[in-house]
């Protein structure tokens, strides 16, 4: 069973949840609404609940207790994330380094990762905090920046790492190697790495395979190649993946997630592999990935 790969089993073997964390868009009137319906039901149970002091913490009750991303983190046996793919994406590459459960409700646009439709949230959280769930773990991507062997920049991303530059249709030249051996060189607008997670973003729109939670791999996908024979690859999720930065290429960066964007200066490298902690994440028991997928690409339906 791979890092990523679904646990199986139902109620029976999940322990309950005492302390909760909660996190919310700051900008959305009908996310801080379902916070605070969220709220009052997890007071009225009788559960510890802490809440990101980077929220709307200023409309909860004064009972729950404000604190940091990392302390909701590290206190938290379960974390639900109130707001769409964005809010889950900047929470899930800090919670990912703690051993916390992580759930969403969608009040975003797409949703892939938040599962909790708002309409009906309150019931369908009663049957997760009652053990009724599945769990998955999705692992992300761990990226520095190396600059004569010493690391000069470091984050992670749970959907990709985009090598790109800061210049509109400016191409960028580098050299991919995958666990120390050389695999092509390139002149392109950048290079997207993106997990299985990943695959239905920003690697999907630039031509990238999807790839289902379960798979441990990773795809490597050029953005706007200048060759026709460049195509993306699909590589080990245990791979490292190095990229090689032409000396005279800049202004470059990586973005991570598309929320964090890291200088690479001239002649850097490039280290993209798994990160050592995946994410914890839990779904209801109705969830389906393809249904997902269905409902958010608007594939079509049953013929029979």
């Known amino acids: 069973m791979t890092e990523n790969s679904a646990d199986n089993a139902k109620s029976s073997n999940h322990p309950p949840f005492r302390v909760i964390g909660l996190l919310c868009k700051n900008d959305s009137d009908t996310a801080q609404e379902t916070l605070l319906q969220i709220a009052a039901l997890l007071i009225a149970e009788g559960y510890t609940v802490l809440a990101d002091e980077s929220g709307p913490v200023h409309i909860l009750p004064t009972t729950i207790e404000r604190c940091s991303l990392d302390e909701l983190g590290q206190r ?8 769409g793919d964005g809010k889950m994406l900047g929470a899930a590459r800090c919670l990912s380094l703690y051993d916390i459960a992580v759930i969403g409700v969608n009040r975003g646009n797409l949703g892939f990762l938040t599962d909790l439709s708002p309409d009906d949230a309150a019931t369908q959280l009663r049957d997760v905090l009652q053990g009724h769930y599945h769990t998955e773990h999705r692992f992300l991507l761990d990226a520095r920046v190396e600059q004569n062997g010493e690391i000069v920049q470091r984050s992670n991303a749970m959907n990709e790492v985009v090598l790109h530059s800061d210049q509109v249709a400016h191409m960028v030249e580098f050299e991919v190697q995958v666990d120390g051996q050389f695999v092509f060189s390139q002149r392109s607008d950048g290079l997207i790495v993106a997990t299985p997670t990943g695959s239905t973003a920003y690697s999907l729109s630039a031509g990238g395979p999807i790839l289902t939670p379960g798979l441990d791999a990773m795809t490597l996908v050029p953005m706007f190649p200048h060759t026709l024979s460049s195509r993306p690859i699909v590589v080990s999720g245990d791979s490292v993946v190095r990229i090689l930065v032409a000396p005279d290429d800049q202004p470059l960066h990586i973005s991570c997630d598309g929320h964090l964007k890291l200088p690479v200066a001239a002649g850097a490298e490039i280290v993209i592999h798994r990160q ?20 958010k690409l608007s594939w079509g339906s049953r013929l029979f």
């Open 76 to 83: 938290a046996e379960l974390a639900i994330v109130i707001g």
């Open 276 to 295: 050592q902690k995946p994410l914890r994440l839990i779904h209801p028991l109705h969830y389906n990935y393809y249904h997902v997928l269905r409902n």
